[in-house]
């Protein structure tokens, strides 16, 4: 059993930067691919990020490439999704995830395992 537990949420002018956490208990972070995920009010949940165990591999969604940065210290087990140029469209609750599959279809959230409560951010204009 992983639980994961993201911070750093919060609101910000658009053009700005935050940076979100995702914490993991266990002994097994380093065994998981890890993802976020958003979802903003009304619309299904998507993807946003994910990176490989290593953290040698990293993919994002064509909406937040070059803005966004995920990233994982495996010996803190945590997980980073550092957000810049951050535009209203990116208000939503930002969700991190667990997957013990570790290649393939990483873009879909029914391959993930464990998921955190989610961080609301909002972006005004």
């Known amino acids: 059993q992983v639980q994961l537990v993201e911070s750093g949420g919060g609101l910000v002018q658009a053009g700005g930067s935050l940076r979100l956490s995702c914490t993991a208990s266990?002994?097994?972070?380093?065994?998981?691919?890890m993802g976020w995920f958003r979802q903003a009010p009304g619309k299904e949940r998507e993807f946003v990020a994910r990176?490989?165990?290593?953290?040698?591999?990293?993919d994002y969604a064509d909406s937040v490439k070059a803005r966004f940065t995920i990233s994982r210290d495996n010996a803190k087990n945590t997980v980073y999704l550092q957000m810049n140029s951050l535009k209203p469209e990116d208000t939503a609750v930002y969700y991190c995830?667990?997957?013990?599959?570790?290649?393939?279809?990483?873009?879909?959230?029914?391959?993930?395992?464990?998921w955190g409560q989610g961080t609301q951010v909002t972006v005004s204009a």
């Open positions: 995830a667990a997957a013990r599959l570790r290649y393939g279809l990483l873009r879909l959230q029914d391959n993930y395992d464990y």
């Open positions: 266990g002994r097994t972070f380093s065994s998981y691919t």
């Open positions: 990176i490989t165990v290593s953290g040698g591999g990293t």
